[in-house]
Each structure stands twice: as C-alpha cells, then as structure tokens.
C-alpha cells in the first residue's frame, strides 16, 4: 500500500503563487508515475500535470507556462508550483500515484486551492 498526503494549498490572489508537496510512503514501486490532479465544484476532475520517475513531465494545456512539476525520488516527494494563478484554478487539488508495472492507483486526500480575483 502507498500512502501519500498533500500539504500547500490555501487561498492566494489573483497573480500570486503556491506549491503543492505529495509525500509518499509505504511500498512504492520503484518505477511510477505520479501527477496532480484537481476538481472544481460542478465539474470533472482533470489531470493538471503528471510525472514519471525518470522525470518526463506532461501538462494540461492552460498550465504549461505557469504551472511547474517537480519530484524528489530521494525524498518520494512531489511538488507542483504554481505562478500567476487564476480564479479559474480554483479546486481541490489530489495526488496520484500509479505504478508502471502491476496493478495500483493511489491518492492523497486533496487540498484546497482557492484564487481570488
């Protein structure tokens, strides 16, 4: 089992900053690949930005010039930094983790950003 805890969110203005951190713990599997994901009320949860352990990163399209992914696999650690935000990031941000081998899909309890404008 991996257990993994979010910590960073809380509410920023319009133009400001944060950085989300995702500790893992527990069996991780060596190779995985773990990203942000985040839900607004009323609507779907979509992926924000994902990384694998050998660091390829993806991004949603209205984060790339903003949004950074980060980990430490020393440390089984993920950062997301987030710059300029907007009203529209405004959501419940949750870690994932997913194996690249085998079965398992892992989250953390979520943290809440909130922009305002």
């Known amino acids: 089992q991996v257990q993994l805890v979010e910590s960073g969110g809380g509410l920023v203005q319009a133009g400001g900053s944060l950085r989300l951190s995702c500790a893992a713990s527990?069996?991780?599997?060596?190779?995985?690949?773990m990203g942000w994901y985040r839900q607004a009320p009323g609507k779907e949860r979509e992926l924000v930005a994902s990384?694998?352990?050998?660091?390829?990163?993806n991004y949603l399209d209205s984060v790339k010039t903003r949004f950074t992914i980060s980990r430490d696999n020393a440390k089984n650690t993920m950062y997301l930094q987030m710059n300029t935000l907007k009203p529209e990031d405004t959501a419940v941000y949750s870690c994932?983790?997913?194996?690249?081998?085998?079965?398992?899909?892992?989250w953390g309890q979520g943290t809440q950003v909130t922009v305002s404008s």
């Open positions: 990384i694998t352990t050998f660091g390829n990163t």
């Open positions: 994932n983790l997913r194996p690249h081998l085998g079965a398992g899909n892992y």
């Open positions: 527990g069996s991780i599997p060596t190779m995985n690949t």
